[in-house]
Structure formats: structure tokens, C-alpha cells
């Protein structure tokens, strides 16, 4: 058997791509201008009709009502805490969009715009943060994995779950989600590098909000830009406008298709801003002037996006409002489903740790059931 | 015939390899070199370099991509090359391949096998002797296995890749090259079942010799058998059990045998401190204190960094440590 035929497949010696060609230009790639006025950009074509840019609009406003009423529930004491993606929505639906429908995605826990775009009800994501129960959606029926807390860990699932894609000869790419703080994690490294050693369908989608909490970039990270990360793992980087949801479309589109044809993962940097608190426990006026959020404020996703829509006549009046009424029924009902919403029977707590559990389990089942019993009592 | 613990673990993967196409073997030089202990060998030539393939030198990669290549489908069974190496995938461990199931409210199940050669005995470097298995059988969602036996070795391997739950399992590397006469393949038995392999012989009987029960597992069981044997010249009559699954804890087969012998001794490399000789004497006392003749006792490594290699005989339990727990016990 000659050596080659044990190699695992996919996995060559460097190619002979010129190192330089990987490297992003600095510049991000910007499709919108701030005032919403389109240019070309070559390399980065669009393939939207209108019903696709009503779609982008609908999702980013949706998107933005659920957050606001996910942070009014947390203030209202509904929520332990909650995750704000305002200022976010452009870099979160444009790349969400531009995934497949047999296409995965691996969130961090600010994902509510990739969520609603995958089809997730907000709910879930919400009773992640309510504490109702750790995760509540089924991740193979929405394609889109669990809520991750810890920071930069989800990449390796994404591109775990990219590699048995690839070795299962399977048309699907996974599209792994996380912040510029993630970008130093050892396991968001880890990710880069397995999935470029396997060639794996895997594109990493890093949201550079500017801050992790309280850390800005600048002590964050040397690299001139997160992209620039991509050369070291023999992947091309790529940078995009995150405020600009087109940009993010375009760039996220070509990285998803080209790991589709079999061309391995990609880095893509969306430069955003994270416009409110890093959670509802935060208070960014202690590491952030009034005058940078300001700045970032003018550059707004969906005012931007809006003035393009109505100046090419896309989005008439009817439509947003008919897209604002969706956005106001989906606030209610999410306080609905959420506020004080019940937590399942505690017994279930034992039902999902093992598919066989333990034999210990069955007298902490007896000693649960003992109390709630006595509970049960006390309250009659 | 004669089979060491190395070939019937390679065995083990090969006929689950053969069984089923999902499983899939990666790790460090697992492939052309067939694992440092030879446990993977000709593993990659037999079935191909999608089904057993090298990683990149990273532990929290190569447990955190089994976990999304389980999500995908697939059951990975991975090595971590040396106990001290597993530390870098301990996140990956504990918040997620645990922890999966239950955050996914059993949407998900990530049936990984995570293999460590772990413990000392066998002269290492730093970082290559430990047994760390105590954070493991703390950590709710995780099954945890140690075998003793090359038969064992394989019948608990392939029930590890039988089974739906993520799997730590711990191969104990003094025992790689022990043999025992068996016939392959051995049919699997459930994880969570104790198995008495030196029964004493007349417990009960005040007349005949005093008894005591030793529970052991993975790298100590064959200690525990010496310790046994050698007792016979002291007149003292012990019986052996072995664990074989520390999660899940077969305590039944644990609580008989304390029943009829009223003495027992755990033993194991680990540190005897807040390790899971703890966990067995709490459940021995909660469940058979009446049947106690005397405390059950511990014996274990001291509370103390593995040492190094030319001090480990000074460190590990052997048969007279083993014996003068027994005589402690005995002397209640």
C-alpha cells in the first residue's frame, strides 16, 4: 500500500498558493456607504432579487424588536441576564442568509439575529436566558447548535461537525460563530487549524464588535487585522463592512460557496460595534465614550440599509409597516411565551444527563419526589 | 490463547471499526505510527485514512471536533496519548461533551470513547504517570471505565463504542503488556457491573480465617490479586473485586461481598485524598455499616505530585502497603 492511500483524504501538502494572495486588504469590504448609496465591488457580486433584500431588511428588523424586548424582560426581572446584539443585525442575518438550508451554524450566545434567520423561536434563546431550561431548540431541526457560553469552544464542534461533513461526502458547510475576544481563545485557534488541516467546510464568521466586555481590540489581539489571522492557517481572510448587511452577504457567500466546491474553510472579520452593554449586567459608560457609540450610531445597519431600499424603490411604505407589525406582534408574543413562564417538572432534571443513567440516580430520584412531595403538602 | 491488554484493545477497535462504519479513530500519531503504545496499529492501513487519522497536537481539538463529529453522526473514538496530556481538553470534557445531552434536552448525544493510557508503573517522565480519573467520575454526564484485564480491555471497550453516553476511558498502561488466555471476541457485558475475581472462601464462619474485601480496579487490580495471594501465608482469607466502571457503580456486587467479609480496603493509584476510594467507602458505610467489622480504608498514591520516576516504587501502592491496610482493618 503505497503511503499515499493511508493519508487521510483531503489532506495535502501545502498548496503552492501564494501566502500573500490569503491576506485580506485592509480596507473591509464595503457595498452600502453610510448614507446607503451601492457600489461594486469586484470579486463580491450579489445575487439578491427584491424578495431577498426585503427578506435581509424583515430579519434585521425583527431581529432588533426581539432584542429590545429580550432586554425589557430582562429589566423587568424576567431574564437572570441577556445579550444585546444591537448594532449587530447587518453582520448576524447577512451571513446567516447566505447559508443553505441544509447549511449548520454554531452560535455564541449573541446570535438572535443568525437564530431567527435559521428559523429558531426566540423563545428558546430566551429561555436559555431565563433559566426556564439550558437550551430549548432542537439543533438538528433549525441546523443551528446550541446557545455557547464559554468562549470560542463551539468552533471546534463547527468544525467537528464540518470535517464529518466533509468525510461523509456530504453538500453542506458549517458556518462557526464568535467574537474578537474569541479570537484568543486556544480552542478558537484549534478550530482554524483543524479545519484547515482537514480542508473541512468550515467558515468562521468572527463578529468584531470592538470590545470583549471591557477589553478593546488594541489589547486584544497584534494581528493588524483578525482576518490577517487567516494566513497563518493556510486559509484566506477576508473583511468585510459588518454594518453593511450586502458586504456581509457578499463576502459570507463567497467563503460558503467556496467551501462548498471543495476549496476548505475561511475566515471572514464583519467589523461591527456592539452598540449596547456587553450583557444587561454590564456598564460600558466605564470603558467607552459617548462620542465613539455616537459614531458608531451614525453608522447604523438598518438605517443605512433602509435609505438604499427606498432610494432603489425596493421598500415601499406598505411593506414596513406590514414588516413593522410583524416585528410588534413578535415582541408580544415573546413576552407572552416568556413572561413568568414556567419551568418543567424538576424530575425532568434527571431525564436527559444519560441516555442509560447510573443506578444512583434512582435514590436522588426518590429523594427529589420526597421533597416535592412534602413541598406539595406544605402548600395544601 | 495468550493475549496481552495492548492486543486485545487493538482488537477491541478493530471488530468495532469492522462493525460499524460510523466509528472513526483520530488522535496524535494514531495512523502510520499506530498509536505510541501501538493500541491503533494498522488501524489506518486496514480501513482507510477517513477512518483512523492524525490531528494536529492539540487535546482540547481533538476532543472538541469529536464532539461536533458526533453531532454529525459519526462515534469517534479518540486518544489522548498520556493521562497528563488530557488536561488541555478538560473544558472540552467537562462543559461539553458531559453536558451535551442534557443542554440539548436530549436532542443531542455525542457517544464519544475519549481513551487515556493513564497511571505509573512503568518508569515515565513528568506528566506521563497520573490517574486522574477522580475529575472525570465527578463530573455528572461522563461514564467512566477502567479495566483490569485483557479480556476486559476488550469486552468494555466495545460496549464503551456500544454505548449512547460519552465514554472516559482509562487504560491502564503497566498492564498493556499483561496476559491472559482468552478466546476474542468476548461477549460485552453491561458497564456497571462489578466482577468478583478472588472469591474468599469461607467468609462467615468465625472458625476459619479472618476476611476482608479489596476493591480495585484498572492498574491495581492485579495488585490487589498478589496482595490476595500473599495474605494465604498470614492465614487472612481476602476477596477481590473489581469495579470495572466507576460511573456506572455497581454497588449491589459491592455491598454483598462487604456483607459477607465485614471488612473492606479500596485501593487505587490515585490520591487517596478526595479521590474515589472516598466515593466507595461513603457508599460502603452508607449502605452496609452494619456489616462493618471495622472502617473502610484507603489505600492509595500519597496527596503529593506524581513523583519522579526513579522515587514512583516509593509512591505507588504495592502488595505491603495493600496488606498492612488489611491488618489495620483486622486489628478493629
Redesign the interface.
Known amino acids: 500500500m503505497s503511503d499515499d492511500a493511508v493519508r487521510p483524504q483531503g489532506v495535502s501538502p501545502n498548496t503552492s498558493d501564494d501566502p500573500a494572495e490569503l491576506l485580506p486588504p485592509l480596507e473591509p469590504v464595503q457595498l452600502l456607504d453610510d448614507d446607503g448609496a451601492l457600489h461594486d465591488v469586484s470579486g463580491f457580486p450579489l445575487d439578491l432579487k427584491d424578495a431577498d433584500h426585503r427578506e435581509l431588511y424583515r430579519y434585521m428588523v425583527l431581529s432588533r424588536r426581539a432584542d429590545k424586548q429580550s432586554i425589557n424582560l430582562q429589566r423587568q426581572g424576567q431574564l437572570g441576564v441577556y445579550a444585546s446584539l444591537l448594532g449587530q443585525e447587518a453582520a448576524q442575518v447577512g451571513s446567516a442568509y447566505a447559508l443553505d438550508a441544509q447549511d449548520w451554524a454554531f452560535p455564541s450566545y449573541r446570535e438572535m439575529g443568525a437564530a431567527l434567520v435559521r428559523g429558531v423561536p426566540p423563545e428558546a434563546i430566551l429561555h436559555t436566558f431565563r433559566g426556564t431550561w439550558l437550551g430549548d431548540h432542537d439543533p438538528h431541526e433549525h441546523r443551528f447548535g446550541l446557545l455557547s457560553i464559554p468562549i470560542g469552544t463551539q468552533a471546534l464542534h463547527a468544525a467537528g461537525f464540518a470535517m464529518g461533513a466533509k468525510f461523509d461526502g456530504a453538500d453542506l458547510v458549517v458556518a462557526s460563530y464568535f467574537g474578537d475576544g474569541a479570537t484568543s481563545e486556544g480552542d478558537a485557534h484549534e478550530a482554524l487549524n483543524f479545519a484547515a488541516v482537514f480542508e473541512a467546510p468550515c467558515v468562521f464568521l468572527v463578529q468584531n464588535n470592538q470590545y470583549a466586555i471591557s477589553v478593546p481590540l488594541s489589547q486584544q489581539t497584534k494581528a493588524p487585522t483578525i482576518a490577517h489571522k487567516a494566513v497563518g492557517y493556510g486559509m484566506p481572510g477576508y473583511r468585510c463592512d459588518g454594518n453593511d448587511v450586502l458586504a456581509t452577504y457578499a463576502v459570507m457567500r463567497r467563503a460558503v460557496d467556496r467551501a462548498r466546491q471543495g476549496e476548505g474553510p475561511a475566515l471572514v472579520e464583519a467589523v461591527t460595534y456592539r452598540m449596547e452593554a456587553h450583557t444587561t449586567a454590564d456598564d460600558p459608560t466605564r470603558y467607552r465614550s459617548d462620542d465613539e457609540l455616537a459614531e458608531w450610531q451614525r453608522r447604523d445597519p438598518i438605517a443605512r440599509y433602509q435609505s438604499f431600499l427606498e432610494r432603489e424603490g425596493i421598500l415601499d411604505a406598505a411593506t414596513r409597516e406590514e414588516i413593522d407589525a410583524e416585528a410588534d406582534a413578535l415582541a408580544h408574543r415573546l413576552r407572552e411565551n416568556v413572561y413568568d413562564a414556567p419551568h418543567g417538572d424538576p424530575r425532568e432534571l434527571f431525564e436527559h444527563v444519560y441516555v442509560h443513567p447510573p443506578g444512583t440516580y434512582a435514590e436522588q430520584r426518590a429523594l427529589l419526589d420526597r421533597e416535592l412531595t412534602s413541598r406539595e403538602g406544605g402548600d395544601a | 490463547m495468550s493475549v496481552t491488554m495492548a492486543a486485545a484493545l487493538n482488537t477491541a477497535l478493530h471488530d468495532a471499526m469492522e462493525m460499524d462504519d460510523g466509528v472513526?479513530v483520530f488522535g496524535e500519531d494514531v495512523?502510520?505510527l499506530g498509536g505510541v503504545f501501538r493500541i491503533t496499529d494498522k488501524l489506518?492501513?486496514r480501513f482507510?485514512?477517513?477512518r483512523c487519522?492524525?490531528?494536529?497536537l492539540?487535546e482540547?481539538?481533538i476532543?472538541?471536533?469529536?464532539?461536533?463529529?458526533?453531532?454529525?453522526?459519526?462515534k469517534p473514538v479518540v486518544e489522548m496519548q498520556f493521562d497528563g496530556f488530557t488536561y488541555?481538553a478538560f473544558?472540552?470534557l467537562v462543559?461539553?461533551l458531559a453536558?451535551?445531552?442534557?443542554?440539548?434536552?436530549?436532542?443531542?448525544?455525542t457517544p464519544v470513547v475519549v481513551r487515556i493510557p493513564y497511571g505509573g508503573g512503568i518508569g515515565a517522565v513528568e506528566h506521563h504517570s497520573e490517574s486522574p480519573e477522580a475529575y472525570f467520575a465527578h463530573t455528572?454526564?461522563l461514564?467512566v471505565v477502567s479495566p483490569g484485564t485483557p479480556g476486559d480491555a476488550y469486552s468494555l471497550l466495545r460496549e464503551a463504542v456500544s454505548?449512547?453516553?460519552p465514554v472516559i476511558f482509562f487504560e491502564p498502561k503497566r498492564r498493556y503488556w499483561s496476559k491472559e488466555e482468552i478466546e476474542l471476541p468476548i461477549e460485552r457485558e453491561p458497564?456497571?457491573t462489578a466482577v468478583v475475581r478472588r472469591a474468599a472462601t469461607s467468609p462467615g464462619d468465625p472458625a476459619s480465617a479472618p476476611t476482608a474485601t479489596l476493591f480495585a480496579y484498572g492498574p491495581m487490580v492485579r495488585t490487589c490479586l498478589d496482595a490476595a495471594t500473599a495474605a494465604e501465608d498470614e492465614g487472612w482469607d481476602l476477596e477481590v473485586v473489581d469495579l470495572r466502571t466507576l460511573?456506572?457503580?455497581?454497588?449491589?456486587t459491592i455491598v454483598d461481598s462487604v456483607q459477607r467479609t465485614g471488612r473492606a480496603v479500596v485501593v487505587h493509584e490515585a490520591q487517596v485524598f478526595a479521590g474515589y476510594g472516598a466515593e466507595l467507602a461513603a457508599r460502603v458505610t452508607e449502605s452496609a455499616f452494619y456489616h462493618l467489622e471495622a472502617p473502610v480504608l484507603r489505600v492509595g498514591g500519597f496527596d503529593i505530585p506524581y513523583p519522579p520516576a526513579k522515587l514512583e516504587e516509593y509512591f505507588l501502592p504495592d502488595v505491603d502497603r495493600v496488606l498492612d491496610a488489611v491488618e489495620r482493618s483486622f486489628a478493629f
Do not use: C
Open positions: 472513526v495512523g502510520v489506518q492501513e482507510g485514512g477517513t487519522f492524525d490531528t494536529p492539540a482540547s481539538g476532543v472538541g471536533t469529536a464532539i461536533g463529529m458526533a453531532m454529525y453522526g459519526y488541555p473544558e472540552q462543559s461539553h453536558k451535551m445531552r442534557n443542554r440539548s434536552r436530549g436532542a443531542l448525544t455528572a454526564g461514564k454505548q449512547p453516553d458497564f456497571g460511573v456506572p457503580l455497581d454497588v449491589a
